[in-house]
């Protein structure tokens, strides 16, 4: 195997799932500016998801519009014009 080519910096992190709050602790080198403290007193790195296993749609059966972004107002603003000129003919 080739000598460094793994990062220094694995250790505990905490990743969030922002939707349900669901939270899980795994081995990361992700960098990341937030903290969390968790029930057993430590303090660990955070790392925020919008998505998680826990409330993606394919995973719990259930479909719901999860639009943290702004993806499709931004998409029908952009398009605005060329939806206009389509209804005028």
Known sequence: MKKDIHPKNYR????????NDYS??????VD???TITMED?????LVKLEISHTSHP????K???VDTAGRVDKFKNRYKK???????N
């Open 12 to 19: 505990l992190v905490v990743f969030k799932d922002m939707s």
């Open 24 to 29: 899980f602790i795994t081995r990361s080198a």
């Open 32 to 34: 990341t500016k937030d």
């Open 41 to 45: 007193g430590n303090e660990y790195p």
């Open 58 to 61: 394919f995973y719990t059966g």
């Open 63 to 65: 479909m719901k519009l």
């Open 82 to 88: 060329h939806y206009q000129s389509k209804d005028e």
